[in-house]
């Protein structure tokens, strides 16, 4: 297939998965804009004012980024697991399998799929954390590559767990046992400069802590840890995943018998 | 010329050791309605996976209109329009977005994808359903949708699966129709179907698979020409007295006024008539008892099955 062959199948997948979140928006688009409204009031004004400052920035302006992290990361890995299990589940997988549609064109359809709609509830998120709070962008570009290298590493990894899933069940565990988790843990409601330095060193482990801290780095200028680290480990997951998930494609892995 | 598909020493070896093909070969020409018969089992679904790209292959090389479908893979994929045997596309969505959204996939921009979509929705029927979800459809409405999915890149070769399976006659006869006129026009068409009839109806040639092995592979004219005998059912104006006495033709009685008499092909019918005739037998109309590629079908399927037992 020539190039423009290539990208019209890679914006076919785009568009369908864009057109699939937005079609049913209750489930996709609604949920995370009332859970970040919820933690905006509950943590943010009515806990956040008796916690006083964190790094300078009252607790609000200091949360928000990680709240806007954090729904860019569930949604960006919740879209591309469901989307392609369930494509995988109603045997549409097929329609993709037949065509003459390169692997890495599937993955890249996906991923950007999974991305747009992260990326498409952070901007809600943003837009809803500003009527709790004042949010100025310090450096514009390391927000938006931060929150877009974030939605891409998600995705890939709801893809890999897509590929493994052989039930409903399957696509929730990582979600809900490792995702949620460590999400909690990166960073997004405290710094890490507040634990003790064992619990310092053991949370330097969560990739997430590396994410959350570069997004808020590029809003309010302030991190717990290294900014041209955190990118590389960004870097270093994406071609991680993205190796791993080419590999399970290669070889059919869930997809072809 | 080039073959329109080209299977060589196909073999296929599933991870539970179940080995499901067994080297098969086999051309399909172009512009053939070709046949692939078997039971269930067989190995017809696998082999048209391999060559759909759904399954792996163990061994073997697949060509499609001589673009190799391990080296050559777009190209191949190119040539080749898919009508599986289950539904799988999206139930949720608009039946015009799935044939659409197909189209895309092969490269083909939005403007040319709506107008062929447009005219495949509307040859099968269904383009006044093309804003309902697919879920919304019947059976036999859903099984054109996957003919017309798998058309609108407009393949040189059309694989179905089984593809009026659970559909109404009038519907069937219908599409029958519609793949005559397809094949008419230069399409290749394979299909794989239970309804020997309608293998006998529409296909020039055929291969039946049996235990992952081709058991046979030629044209329908030169297999239907080895039925020596077939059975015909005589329905009688008036009740037997007797077993009517007929030389040479083996008789049973079905009941009070049905006959069923076995007839070699080179005998005919008419010794039957003229002595039925002689005897105040009047036949009031006749029948064949069974579809005569059904016939060969059992005898060739219980043949491989007596190889196998013997190997």
Redesign the interface.
Known sequence: ??S???F??F???V??EI?RFT?IWVQTLLPPAITMTLYFIIFGNLIGSRIGDMEGFGYMEYIAPGLIMMSVITNSYGNVVSSFF??KF???I?????????NWVILAGYVTGGAARGLGVGIIVTILSLFFTQLQISHLWITLSTVILTAIVFSLGGFINAVYANSFDDISIVPTFVLTPLTYLGGVFYSISLLPGFWQGVSQLNPILYMVNSFRYGILGVSDINIGFAFAMIAVFILLLGAYAMHLLNT?KGI?? | MTPALKIEGLRKTYQNGFEALKGISLDVQEGDFFALLGPNGAGKSTTLGIVSSLVNKTSGQVSVFGYDLDSQKALAKMQLGVVPQEFNFNAFERVQDIVVTQAGYYGIGRKTALQRSEKYLKKLGLWEKRDVPARMLSGGMKRRLMIARALVHEPRLLILDEPTAGVDIELRRSMWSFLRELNAKGTTIILTTHYLEEAESLCRNIAIIDQGNIVENTSIKSLLQRLNTETFILDLSDDLVELPSLPGYSVRQVDTHTLEIDVEKEKGLNPVFLQLSRQGIEVRSMRNKANRLEELFVSLVEKSLVKEDVA
């Open positions: 297939m020539n423009r062959l290539l019209t199948a914006w076919t997948i568009i369908k057109r079609r369930g494509t109603q045997r549409n097929e329609e993709l399998l037949v065509a003459p549609v390169p059919g072809r018998s």
